[in-house]
């Protein structure tokens, strides 16, 4: 129980990061943060009780630089909430596809990268969506800069952070 995620959010309700329930309990116990959602039970200590918190609010702001994302396999699998481009299976088996074919001029680039399952990647091969006869469920592009994201697995897993977080695509 000490090592779940638990979300941080500023003082503002924006979320800032994920930090384990041990360093949650910390900020909390300090007076840096207080619990927003507890329904994971609680820890007793020789003299103290503390709610095993799901979700924390930091009593002070934070502010931090926006970072522009860098293209990786794990940002576009997020960004396509793993979900295949073509045929809207989701799977954790998914490959990298570009909807222009390098060989062709197609960029490594947010706007021509997609994530696809094998199956339609092996039978889009080198050609274009058109020539393959495939629609994109999503024409690509960059993924919003919100500052933080959660991996989308721990969404899944924990319903309670949604109201939390921004909307997804």
Not at 14 to 29: G, K, M, Q
Not at 47 to 71: A, C, E, G, T
Not at 145 to 168: A, C, M, R, T
Request: glycine residues 6%.
């Amino acid at each position: 129980m000490i090592d779940y995620p638990v979300l941080v959010l500023n003082q503002s309700y924006e979320p800032l990061n994920l930090c384990r329930t041990r360093r949650a309990i910390i900020l909390v116990f300090r007076g840096k943060a207080e619990v927003l959602e507890n329904n994971r039970g609680e820890i007793h200590s020789a003299n103290l009780i503390f709610q095993i918190p799901s979700v924390i609010r930091l009593v002070y702001m934070v502010k931090r630089p926006r970072h522009q994302k860098k293209l990786s396999r794990l940002e576009v699998f997020n960004r396509d909430h793993y979900i295949c481009q073509y045929c809207g299976q989701q799977t954790k088996e998914l490959t990298l596809d570009h909807v222009i074919p390098r060989r062709r001029g197609g960029k490594h680039t947010w706007d021509n990268v997609v994530s696809a399952c094998i199956p339609c990647n092996r039978h889009k091969g080198g050609r274009t969506p058109d020539e393959a006869r495939m629609k994109l469920l999503h024409q690509p592009c960059p993924p919003r800069n919100d500052g933080f994201y959660v991996p989308y697995h721990l969404i899944n897993n924990h319903g309670e952070w949604q109201k939390y977080l921004p909307s997804l695509n």
